[in-house]
């Protein structure tokens, strides 16, 4: 991919003091580009443009990255697939690629090409600036694909996305859109390749601050007359799928003939405090688990299975029988052959909910994610006293502790105050979830106004009800928001309690978005701040192989497992243990594993003692199974395993990849049954 495209410049608002009014105007500083720099009446809004993600076989798509190595193997499967692209974009150049024209803009493409699509192609720090590209020129449906987007630059391009009615985004860190009837691709996703005969497939994508959530997409789905039943499958972060649940609720409510739905939630095993291969897998402050989301889920009468494997035969079942959900949790079905037609399969993603929704806290080490940079709490405090007039010091044992941070609400997709009147029994119990947190979103432009100044004033239940102590929560607010913007914040976490009229810090731990440094432009002062945490060695070394590797608890936890993708290698840990193992570890090769990441991740799981067996979990679309198993050969031989393997195979060359499995002479247990091949793990690992 060509590093030229799309050099972004970093755009940040200012923050500005809570007694005025909030400025409505973005500071572009190191960019002549400008989109929405005032603050225009709404015509139509966001939710309308919806429709945008019914694309069929007339759908006239657009690459831009056109030329990069990922953009052209897509638009090649893509054209071979029936989808109708009509060019592409290179900032600056014209010519031809694949046949078809190169333009220097998405403006010029609009003018020339008329597409109804883009699929963007560019690495994670290009892709901000490819993606306001696209909403500037207008194009209707803009699919994201990179992963590790600042999550600030996302909070800024859905503060344009809610004042236009023009762009409908999917993504980022989505494997796309697919209308199997319409014939139809923009980006690629391995359920394609699985045989269960999608009629519509949405990528919602694994990012924090995704552009499509699961309502939006499922309140598509509902009309869609090609789609007999939908697919659901979410994971650990956000309130998607309580939303979707909700959603789900009021639907089955309403409708003489409500489609079936299945679902899949991964993360039942998530490690606390980790993300699980994601962007935004983990669990956010305040934030439901995997277990409350299939709960409300199988209250809505969704039908639960574990696994992918299982997803074809139960609606196949559910279709065949005529019928709904039943909210039950399905544990030993077969795999599935995939014959069904006409399903859904829709990647996770945040819902929406009130601006004041109540929350809960869960496990107290459950924010401190390691996208994350965080100081510690004399660096923190360090800052605050920096910024003039800010008291902090340590707690004295007097007064009432109080939650108070600024972070990501998920659901509204933008910046908000979080805040509890007690934390107390969250302090003492990780296990304890009795201290409510309240949400209050704000425009990441404007930043919070008075009114929400006030409500969460009251929400905290300050003892002194007079204007010295609401002063004083609005310059903490003040201070806290423009270290957020500033600095890049991901979380700023903060204790809080009253003393003499006025609000006190007694504690501080502040995170800062990873992916900024990542991108190569990380805030100022912050890296020269950082204090990393104690990391496992192996987990050090994975990291930096591209590598998602999390050693997880247990003397009993013997399976090591290989699997492509943070979602499958989540299904497959909890898998393993609903049918009686315990996986060592999470790992996850990243979407396209290579033989040599294949004898890497075998060689990072063997460091750990415990493991018995490794199974290898693969579920492939760009990944090839031929491929996945001349890597397993070539570990196999080259460090001399003396432990089991399992390798399960299903995707691309799969017939190819069990075959070189089953020729190789060597100890390798081969299986396409995804339940027949984990039992076979367990077994091996009680030996």
């Known amino acids: ?154 909070l800024r391009i859905h503060s344009m996305l809610k004042t236009q009615s023009k762009s409908r985004l999917v993504g980022p860190n989505s494997p796309g859109i697919i209308s199997a009837v319409g014939k139809c691709r923009v980006a690629v996703a391995s359920t394609t390749r699985a045989g269960l005969g999608q009629s519509l497939c949405i990528g919602v994508g694994g990012d924090m601050v995704p552009g499509t959530d699961m309502v939006e997409a499922l309140s598509v789905l509902e009309k869609d007359p090609d789609t007999e039943a939908i697919a659901l499958i979410g994971e650990i972060g956000g309130m998607g799928e309580l939303e979707a649940a909700a959603w789900i609720k009021e639907y089955y409510s309403r409708s003489k003939s409500p489609k079936p739905i299945i679902g899949l939630i991964a993360g039942v095993n998530e490690a606390p405090g980790r993300i699980m291969g994601h962007a935004g897998a983990f669990t956010f402050l305040g934030e439901p688990t995997a277990k409350a989301k299939i709960a409300a889920l199988e209250e809505a009468g969704v039908t639960l299975v574990n696994h992918p494997a299982k997803i074809g035969d139960t609606l196949k079942t559910k279709l065949r029988e005529g019928t709904t959900g039943s909210g039950t949790t399905s544990r030993s079905q ?225 399976i090591g497992t290989l699997v492509n993708g943070a979602g499958l290698a989540m299904n497959t840990v909890d898998a393993l243990a609903d049918a009686g193992g315990k996986a060592a570890n999470f790992l996850d090769t990243g979407g396209k594993a290579t033989s040599e990441t294949v004898k890497e991740s075998f060689m990072i799981i063997l460091q750990d003692p415990r493991v018995r067996v490794v199974f290898v979990n693969i579920f492939g679309g760009l990944t090839r199974g031929d491929m996945i198993a001349h890597g397993i050969i070539m570990a196999f031989k080259e460090l001399s395993l003396t432990v089991p393997v399992v390798v399960r195979i299903r995707g691309t060359n799969e017939t190819e990849g069990q075959k070189i499995i089953a020729d190789s002479q060597l100890p390798l247990y081969a299986f396409d049954d995804f339940e027949v091949a984990a039992a076979k793990a367990i077994e091996l690992s009680r030996k």
């Open 1 to 154: 991919m060509a590093t030229s495209m799309y050099q972004h410049a970093r755009h940040y608002s200012p923050v500005h003091s809570l007694r005025s009014q909030w400025a409505c105007r973005l500071q572009m500083p190191t960019s002549s580009r400008r989109f929405f720099t005032t603050c225009q009446p709404l015509h139509g809004s966001y939710a309308d443009t919806l429709p945008f993600l019914r694309i069929n076989s007339n759908t006239r798509v657009i690459f831009q990255g056109f030329t990069g190595k990922q953009a052209t193997a897509n638009a090649k499967d893509s054209l071979a697939w029936g989808t109708k692209i009509v060019g592409g974009v290179i900032p600056g150049r014209t010519g031809e690629h694949l046949g078809l024209p190169v333009l220097p803009s998405v403006r010029q493409a609009m003018e020339h090409l008329k597409p109804d699509a883009t699929g963007i192609y560019v690495a994670a720090h290009q892709a901000p600036g490819a993606i306001e590209e696209a909403i500037e020129a207008e194009v209707p449906l803009i699919v994201a694909v990179a992963e590790h987007i600042p999550v600030h630059d996302m």
């Open 334 to 558: 077969p795999f599935a052959t995939g014959m069904q037609r006409r399903q859904l399969h829709f990647m996770r993603g945040p819902g929406r909910r009130s601006p004041a929704a109540s929350l809960s806290v869960h496990n107290k080490q459950q924010y401190q994610q390691r996208r994350s940079i965080y100081l510690d709490v004399n660096q923190c405090f360090d800052e605050l006293r920096a910024r003039g007039g800010i008291n902090c010091g340590p707690y004295s044992g007097h007064g009432t502790r109080r939650l108070l941070a600024v972070g990501i609400d998920r659901s509204a997709r933008s910046p908000a105050i979080l805040v509890a009147p007690s934390i107390e029994d969250w302090m003492e119990g990780a296990q304890r979830t009795s201290a409510p947190v309240k949400s209050f979103p704000f425009d990441y432009r404007r930043g919070p106004d008075e009114l929400a100044i006030e409500r969460l004033a009251s929400y905290l239940q300050l003892s002194n009800k007079g204007d010295s102590a609401v002063d004083s929560l609005r310059r903490l607010i003040e201070t806290l928001t423009t270290l957020f913007y500033e600095k890049e914040g991901l979380l700023l976490t903060t204790h809080i309690v009253e003393r003499l009229r006025e609000i006190k810090f007694v504690h501080a731990r502040f995170a800062f978005d990873q992916a900024t440094f990542r991108n190569g432009t990380p805030p100022d002062k912050i890296k020269a701040m950082y204090v990393r945490a104690t990391d496992e060695p192996a987990e050090v070394k994975a990291e930096r192989s591209g590598i998602v590797y999390i050693k997880l608890p247990g003397e009993d936890a013997t």
